[in-house]
């Protein structure tokens, strides 16, 4: 078992990297205006056909200048435990043909016979150890890939339902737990916790210090908040519409990434398509949130098909020199931008939602003095 340990101890981070720059940020109500602003540049800058201003005028809006304290940390690379398993298996090949060589022996020769035997038994135990080995590995790099599915669900978020996090990983509820309660033993997410019953993961001390301070009032919140889902089997109409716009241009995302095949861009679409994905998903999960994404839908990911499109363009024609190198440098340098501008914009969506959480918590403090 050490030399799994050891493994993740060098994946493990510290209990908390702290990026927060609270001084002279805006307020939330500052970032409405914001999609309307990149939209104006990046389209004055396609009409000029000029994309070397759009990074750095982009980089000068509220959202790009946003940064959160990080509590979900990356997981375990599963490269090194992929080559552990192949020289396993090439190790137990190996004792297997032994073994093989030591029945063979006491089959067919009465002199070695007591040898033979130590022979297999060595052998087998060797086997034995390597499968044992094999196996464990197998565990590590499945929970390495479930975690990444936390990790992605997580990372921008500093509570969340269990449930949702099942539903939306589609893994079971009682492995998700397990799972998280490992994540916070190997110090992936250092900080976090879990409400009474393991309804809710908490991943900061701060929100879970507040979380004590009335825990009766807040599982009673909880608990009408996962009621109030179990009954909304459906979506309406306009969540639905608003989903199926956020899955249309995820799509496209993915399309322009295959049209691209450009190894640093891949990795970048990558990124953009996952931010996308989990802005909408949380539409779904909290409706009452989509008036917040108005703007963001009719400015933000229009600005970013036409980005793509005009790389597209640039890239199809083949033309080699000075000015369509620095044409492409240019938009990859924008669609950075546009990625921090995204996660910006899901940290304030975040922040927004867990406002809207201590204020029907203070309501319902005050409903409860009342009686």
Same mark, same amino acid.
């Given at each position: 078992?050490?030399?799994f340990?050891?493994?993740?101890?060098?994946?493990q981070?510290? +209990?908390?990297?702290?990026? @927060?720059?609270?001084?002279?940020?805006?307020?939330?109500? +500052?970032?409405?205006?914001?999609?309307?602003?990149?939209?104006?540049?990046?389209?004055?800058?396609?009409?000029?056909?000029?994309?070397?201003?759009?990074?750095?005028?982009?980089?000068?809006?509220?959202?790009?200048?946003?940064k959160r304290?990080q %509590?979900?940390f990356?997981?375990?690379?599963?490269?090194?435990?992929l080559?552990?398993?192949t !020289?396993?298996?090439?190790?137990?090949?190996?004792?297997? %043909?032994f073994?093989?060589? *030591?029945?063979?022996?006491?089959?067919? +020769?009465?002199?070695?016979?007591?040898?033979?035997?130590?022979? !297999?038994c *060595?052998?087998?135990?060797?086997?034995?150890?390597?499968?044992?080995?094999?196996?464990?590995?197998?565990?590590?790099?499945?929970?390495?890939?479930?975690?990444?599915? %936390? %990790?992605?669900?997580?990372?921008?978020?500093?509570?969340?339902?269990?449930d949702?996090?099942?539903?939306?990983?589609?893994?079971?509820?009682?492995?998700?737990v397990?799972?998280?309660?490992? +994540?916070?033993?190997?110090?992936?997410?250092?900080?976090?916790?879990?409400?009474?019953?393991?309804?809710?993961f908490?991943?900061?001390?701060?929100?879970?210090?507040?979380?004590?301070?009335?825990?009766?009032t807040?599982?009673?919140?909880?608990?009408?908040?996962?009621?109030?889902?179990?009954?909304?089997?459906?979506?309406?109409?306009?969540?639905?519409?608003?989903?199926?716009?956020? @899955?249309?241009?995820?799509?496209?995302?993915?399309?322009?990434?295959?049209?691209?095949k450009?190894?640093?861009?891949?990795?970048?679409?990558?990124?953009?398509?996952?931010?996308?994905?989990?802005?909408?998903r949380?539409?779904?999960?909290?409706?009452? @949130?989509?008036?917040?994404? *108005?703007m963001?839908?009719?400015?933000?990911l229009?600005?970013?098909?036409?980005?793509?499109n005009? #790389?597209?363009?640039?890239?199809?024609?083949k033309?080699?020199?000075?000015?369509?190198?620095?044409?492409?440098?240019d938009?990859?340098?924008?669609?950075?931008?546009?990625?921090?501008?995204?996660?910006?914009?899901?940290?304030?969506? #975040?922040?927004?939602?867990? !406002?809207?959480?201590?204020?029907?918590?203070?309501?319902?403090?005050?409903?409860?003095?009342?009686?």
């Amino acid at each position: 078992m050490s030399i799994f340990k050891k493994k993740f101890a060098k994946e493990q981070k510290e +209990s908390i990297v702290v990026e @927060q720059e609270d001084n002279g940020l805006p307020e939330i109500s +500052s970032y409405e205006q914001e999609p309307e602003k990149v939209a104006e540049i990046v389209n004055n800058s396609l009409k000029k056909g000029y994309f070397s201003e759009i990074s750095q005028k982009i980089e000068s809006l509220p959202s790009t200048g946003y940064k959160r304290t990080q %509590y979900v940390f990356e997981g375990p690379k599963t490269g090194g435990f992929l080559w552990f398993i192949t !020289m396993c298996t090439i190790v137990s090949a190996c004792f297997l %043909y032994f073994a093989a060589m *030591g029945l063979g022996m006491h089959l067919y +020769s009465n002199d070695y016979e007591q040898y033979s035997l130590l022979f !297999m038994c *060595g052998s087998g135990v060797f086997i034995c150890i390597n499968i044992f080995l094999i196996v464990l590995s197998i565990k590590v790099i499945q929970f390495a890939k479930r975690y990444e599915k %936390y %990790y992605e669900l997580l990372q921008y978020k500093n509570v969340e339902i269990i449930d949702d996090i099942s539903n939306c990983a589609k893994i079971p509820y009682n492995r998700v737990v397990a799972d998280l309660m490992l +994540s916070v033993k190997k110090k992936m997410i250092p900080q976090g916790h879990f409400t009474t019953d393991n309804l809710v993961f908490i991943a900061s001390d701060e929100l879970y210090s507040k979380y004590e301070s009335d825990r009766p009032t807040y599982d009673r919140y909880y608990k009408q908040l996962i009621e109030e889902r179990i009954r909304m089997e459906e979506r309406s109409a306009e969540i639905q519409k608003i989903i199926d716009i956020g @899955q249309e241009y995820v799509e496209k995302i993915h399309n322009s990434n295959h049209l691209i095949k450009d190894k640093e861009i891949t990795l970048k679409l990558n990124k953009m398509e996952k931010l996308v994905s989990a802005i909408f998903r949380e539409v779904d999960l909290n409706p009452h @949130q989509s008036n917040k994404l *108005g703007m963001f839908i009719n400015y933000y990911l229009p600005t970013t098909e036409k980005l793509l499109n005009a #790389y597209i363009d640039i890239n199809e024609k083949k033309i080699e020199g000075n000015n369509i190198a620095k044409a492409k440098k240019d938009i990859e340098q924008a669609i950075d931008m546009l990625i921090v501008s995204f996660e910006g914009i899901l940290n304030q969506f #975040y922040e927004s939602i867990e !406002m809207d959480i201590s204020g029907e918590i203070a309501v319902m403090e005050k409903m409860k003095n009342k009686k």
